[in-house]
Antibody, heavy 114, light 112 residues
């Protein structure tokens, strides 16, 4: 069974970087696409970006200057880094298997606050 | 960016009632390869989103067949034929035809 699990700090200070890890079991990240989606307080969802089986990436233009998605294939993990965060980046962050969105992590709530 | 407008924002239903949710796109979701990449997700309270329907009308494995999707171009509908208690939560349409992918604003299904 494919399983994804996010990990990382739940509190980040403004202007710092947010770093999250998605650990995947039951499926190799060298197949398919893998990415990040966030849900803001309320219902709004935002696609952030993905990393492909080959390591190429695609990002939401609204985040392009601040976001980086990388991976470690030896650990079957991929990572999110979001720089220069503000309180508007407070959200629950999910990793998921793209394009199908058929497998999701449980999500990690990240609060940006001093 | 493609804007997906979901209606209604809130839906109150009794158990056994059939309901529909609309998702309208600001532009056609028909891809040049002939596919229409419009999915429906359900997020139950405290849970991550779950895929219900992909490619407009294809039922994800394990999803009850009381869920169905239809539509084309810019107009899409999710129908639940006989709401059950486990169906409560927030429903989202999401498109991946055009980058960046975008989500509808969500429809909250509540018990009446």
């Amino acid at each position: 069974e494919v399983q994804l699990q996010e990990s990382g700090p739940g509190l980040v200070k403004p202007s710092q970087s947010l770093s999250l890890t998605c650990s995947v079991t039951g499926y190799s990240i060298t197949s398919n696409y893998w990415g990040w989606i966030r849900k803001f307080p309320g219902n709004k969802m935002e696609w952030m970006g993905y990393i492909s089986y080959s390591g190429s990436t695609s990002y939401n233009p609204s985040l392009k200057s601040r976001i980086s998605i990388t991976r470690d294939t030896s650990k079957n993990q991929f990572f999110l880094q979001l720089n220069s965060v503000t309180t508007e980046d407070t959200a629950t962050y999910y990793c998921a298997r793209y394009v199908t969105l058929d497998y999701w992590g449980q999500g990690v709530m990240v609060t940006v606050s001093s | 960016d493609v804007v997906l407008t979901q209606t209604p924002p809130t839906l109150s239903a009794t158990i056994g009632q059939s309901v529909s949710i609309s998702c309208r796109s600001s532009q056609s979701l028909l891809h040049s390869n002939g596919n229409t990449y419009l999915n429906w997700l359900l997020q139950r309270p405290g849970q991550p989103p779950q895929l219900l329907i992909y490619l407009v009308s294809r039922l994800e494995s394990g999803v009850p067949n009381r869920f169905s999707g239809s539509g084309s171009g810019t107009d899409f509908t999710l129908k639940i034929s006989g709401v059950e208690a486990e169906d409560l939560g927030v429903y989202y349409c999401v498109q991946s035809t055009h980058a960046p992918w975008t989500f509808g604003g969500g429809t909250k299904l509540e018990l009446k």
